[in-house]
Each structure stands twice: as C-alpha cells, then as structure tokens.
C-alpha cells in the first residue's frame, strides 16, 4: 500500500478520502474533471490500469459488462464495447431507473466506440434496461476512492456502488460469485481498518492499477440484497427504481421497513416528530385499500397539493398492459408508494389500462420514471405519457369523496 497515504489508526471513511484526494491533487497526478474531490476520482494512468483489464481471464469470458459511468472507468467500457460486450452503464445517481444498455450503431468505428464510451456516448447510444430487462450480468467493474489489498473498498461517500450491486443482487442479475474489479492509482491502494466496513459496503475481487494487477481473494461475504433498514426515504425519493424493487420485495413478504419508519415507530407516541414524508407507508395504504374495494370507476384527486390545482396544463400519463386480476386499489396503493398519486385516476379495468392526470408535464414525467418497471400481478406495465388526449373524458365517474 502507498505508503505517503497510510491513514492514521483512527481515522474514518472521510479522513482516508480526503488524504486521497488531497494528495492525487497536490503531486499532479489528478485528471478532469478536477478538482476531484467528492468524486471518483480520475488519474494519470488510468487509460492503461483499464487496459490491462483485456488480459484477464474472468473479462474475456464474460458476456455482459456492468461499468459505472466515471470518468476514470471509460477505458474500459471502450474495452468492453471493442470486445463486442453487451455493456450496462447505471444511470447517473440512478434517477431514471438502473442501467443503460450501450447500443453502438452497427458498423460502428473505433471514433464511434469510443464516443459511446464517455459520458456523452451514454447520453446518446443507449437504451434503458427496465427491472425485469433479464440482465444477467457477468462482471461488475467499479471505482474507488481508496482499495485495500484485501479488497475493502471506500467510495466517495453517496453509497451509489453499493446500491448499485445491492439493486443487482435484487434483481438476480449477480450472483454470489460474479467478480467485481476497480480501477484506481496505485496511491489509492491504502490499508483500510476492517471497523470502517459497514455489511452493505461492497469488496472488490480485482485491483487494476497503472503499474499492477491485484488479485484481492476476498473472503468477506458480498451485500446480499438491499438492506432496506438502512434506507432512508430520501434515497427513496431520489431513486425512483429503488421503490420498484420494494415494493416487489415487500409483495413476496420481505421486511421492507425503513430508517426512518423505524424511528417512526419508536416515535409514534409523540406525533409532533412526525413530518408529512414520515407517515408511514403502511397506515396509508391500508385506509388506502379499504376504501378502494367499493367503485370501479372512480376519481382519485391528490389531497397533498390542493394549492397546486389549476396551475400548469393537467398532463395524463397510460397505463397499460395491467392483467384482468389487478384490482384498481392495488394500482392506487403502487401510486401512493411511488408518491405519484394523480389529480385523477381514470381505471379501465377491461380494458387493461388506465389513465392518470397530472398537474402538469413535469409532474406526468416524473411520475412516469418512478412507475417504469412496476410489475402488477405478474406483468411490467406500460407507462408512458399519454399519446393522445382522446379517451380521458369517456369513462370518468366521479365518486362524491
């Protein structure tokens, strides 16, 4: 390990992340985008660390690539993409669901490849990969702050990485054995005191530095899943996917409580602590639900902004592809956890569709992107912006709330 780095006995995930990047910035060795602080940060050196990924065995077996979109990772996703892989990139800060399938045109040259594989070639050359895309992924290749040679990694402190691979494990897109690389400068290859390992923090299997291959033989177990007690419903909110997946989870009969739900709980005597965000999920789907049995047609209106009615254009959004067994109260519990309860739902039940309305566009996409991937009773619905206006007045039955 390097040794101007060795962090001092006591310091925490922070300390060591500041010395690595104060030093990467005060010896030269840092690249754009800089400074590199709060990021992963990119390095002299770092086209060739990824280039020797090439001469690894569990690369070129490997058919489907997860690569995280860092700047100091885009050698190998080029890599990858050369080689003809199928390469997954998680979307930025996963806010429009998980990753991104690169899909360079066909007879692509090597300028295009390696467009496809920077930021912008992300932007441009993909397409998103919903929860049930069937990615089975064979590689998962991170980056880092600081590595240990044991394999303990510290990235730059969002835990993106972490969920990133938790959201995998979910899926069943990565087993237990699927290796995971990072790429770093051989400065960033510090000793990490095993007391800074948290159980959701992933380890790497390989270290790929400017000068070296390290091969980790990690024997701490990997993050099994989402730890959701451990999820905030911040985290919840900024990542629409991760709703997805709970409440999948929390249909086969997982414990999906939260962070803060547990402190809710502890706290309910004293409602003055609980802020609007903090009800429970739970309470409110269950009145949810109980009401919900009675009408078929009806019209939900949002109770959280009545203030907000009348401004902007109302924007509806499709819902199709719902199976002839989901009810409507099963749609609008998925609505009330998703946060994208409409001003009115519409439910066309026989016709396997339903429409939601919007205050207004922003609303309608974002509640669009939340709901992309939701499965009801066994099939991922269509979720889109309405094409046209057309059909929204025609089966509206307004229940007296």
Known sequence: PSPQLCPSPGASKWDVRQKVWDYLEGSGLAEFPRPVHRRIPNFKGSHQACCSIKELDVFNRAREIKVDPDKPLEG???AALQARKTLLVPTPRLRTGLFNKIVPPSGATKEILRICATSQGVKEYSVPVGLDGKARVDLVVVGSVAVSEKGWRIGKGEGYADMEYAMMVSM???QADTPVITIVHDCQVVDIAEELLDDHDLTVDYILTPTRTIKTNCK????QGIIWHK???????????LKSLRYREKQ????VTL???RSDLANANTPAVLNEKAITENTRSQTASGSAQTGQHYVESDSLSPRLEGSGVITTVYVGNIPPSVRVSELKCALREFHATPLRLNWQGAQHRAFLDYKDKATAESAVSSLKGLSL???TLRVELAKNQRNKGQVEINSQK
């Open 76 to 78: 190998v996703r080029l």
């Open 172 to 174: 069943g897109a990565v």
């Open 220 to 223: 701490r177990p990997k993050p």
């Open 231 to 241: 999820v905030s419903y911040e985290m919840l909110e900024k990542i629409p996917i």
């Open 252 to 255: 086969t009969g997982k414990d």
């Open 259 to 261: 962070r803060d739900e």
């Open 377 to 379: 009773g066994g099939n």
